[in-house]
Nanobody, 125 residues
Framework: DVQLVESGGGSVQTGGSLTLSCAASYYTVSAYCMAWFRQAPGKEREGVAAVDRDVGVTYYADSVKGRFTISRDNAKNTIFLQMNSLKPEDTAMYYC???????????????????WGQGTQVTVS
């Protein structure tokens, strides 16, 4: 079965940077739409960035455009989220998600993804 494991979260000051990783097992990430979501306490989970299957077109939420970059390393079967110029409002649990059998085509919703990691906490203060 598909397994996703996030890592790289932590606490940083405003303006700092972090890189999150999502390692996948038992499938090839290039064959899936892959995405990063985040969820703050009391709020709904929201899509942050996505990288499409095969050709790897990327999509971003307006709130992170120009600051976050999603990428895919096919050799390592891992996706990354490089986060720069972090703001307090970026504080959340960040989740990796996979969508099998479909292209992303856009930044999708939580219900569009069938596989999820356990999450990694990012705190900006």
């Amino acid at each position: 079965d598909v397994q996703l494991v996030e890592s790289g979260g932590g606490s940083v000051q405003t303006g700092g940077s972090l890189t999150l990783s999502c390692a996948a097992s038992y499938y090839t990430v290039s064959a899936y739409c892959m995405a990063w979501f985040r969820q703050a306490p009391g709020k709904e989970r929201e899509g942050v960035a996505a990288v499409d299957r095969d050709v790897g077109v990327t999509y971003y939420a307006d709130s992170v455009k120009g600051r976050f970059t999603i990428s895919r390393d096919n050799a390592k079967n891992t996706i990354f989220l490089q986060m720069n110029s972090l703001k307090p409002e970026d504080t959340a649990m960040y989740y990796c998600a996979a969508r099998g059998g479909y292209w992303c085509r856009t930044l999708l919703k939580r219900a569009d993804f069938g596989y999820w990691g356990q999450g990694t906490q990012v705190t900006v203060s």
